[in-house]
């Protein structure tokens, strides 16, 4: 790839649909702690997901829009930093934050050139992923609620789907190819797990199961490129796998966002 083609964290389009116009108002509103479950929760997609981002650019898959969706994770990771800041009512919240924000700090210059050692990015991306995923449970057990948890469980659906994603690129890269082999297949069967007790959960409304309705379509279609290991198809594999772990991001985000908005109504 050309020099050209180098990383600009700075830039990068628009956030994630219902991030872009919701930080500003939050701010001035106040942080809730089902908001922060689901910002949280959403950090540790983002380090997934930047990590797919860069795969996708090494390998020329959607370049441009790979580009986009790097910046834009990179600095919608940094905005939502700032505003957990403001929600710390906890000893083990404060000291999980700063190490979040120590582990990003660590992450994101690998990110910012295609030069970087891909066994770093797998390696960083994890340590994010933890350490998010760590903050995020402090924040559900904060919150104390059934409605809280689900917020988290379906969080971290939005964040396989990156995760699954990212796998897939390292193994057809031979990079670390056993333990993304690994990766993957466990994605895949927690994601399908987790999408069956979302949809039996006793607080999930039909307006949630019909958005899960279509979280399952591009679900098949997401696992049929996963599985498709021909020489002849991989390059369209590589690009569904792309494409498709982006819808499945952007409908598990509204779902996610029904959950968010339950949690709340339980807390008046």
């Known amino acids: 790839m050309e020099r050209r083609a180098f990383l600009a964290l700075a830039g990068g389009c628009c956030a994630l649909p219902l991030e872009g116009r919701a930080a500003p108002a939050a701010l001035a509103a ?53 505003e957990l800041k403001t929600l710390l009512p906890s000893d083990e919240l404060r000291t999980l934050h700063l190490q979040l924000e120590h582990d990003w700090g660590r992450f994101r210059p690998l990110l910012a050139d295609i030069r970087s050692d891909p066994t770093l ?19 559900e057990k ?20 990156q995760r699954m ?39 999930t409304t039909p307006q949630i199961k ?26 369209k594999a590589a690009t569904d796998v792309g494409t498709t772990s982006e819808r499945i991001l952007e409908q598990m985000d509204i779902v996610v966002g029904h959950y968010e908005k339950l949690a709340v109504g339980t807390e008046r």
Do not use: C
């Open 142 to 161: 904060a919150a104390g609620s059934v409605v809280g948890r689900l917020v988290n469980v379906s969080g971290r659906q939005r964040m396989l789907s």
């Open 30 to 82: 106040g942080l809730s702690l089902p908001a922060a479950i689901n910002k949280a929760g959403r950090q540790r997609m983002l380090s997934q997901r930047t990590a797919k981002a860069w795969l996708m650019l090494v390998m020329g898959v959607l370049p441009d829009r790979s580009k986009n969706i790097l910046g834009q994770s990179a600095t919608l990771f940094e905005a939502q930093l700032a």
């Open 210 to 235: 019909a958005e899960l309705a279509l979280v399952e379509q591009q679900w098949f279609f997401f696992q049929n490129a996963l599985g498709m290991r021909d020489a002849g198809g991989q390059r």
């Open 121 to 139: 990015i797998w390696t960083t991306s994890e340590v994010v992923l933890s350490t998010a995923h760590k903050l995020t449970q402090a924040y």
């Open 165 to 203: 994603a990212k796998a897939y690129y390292f193994r057809q890269m031979d990079i670390n190819a056993v333990p993304a082999g690994e990766m993957l297949d466990s994605g895949i069967k927690e994601f399908a797990k987790a999408h069956e007790d979302l949809k039996a959960a006793p607080t």
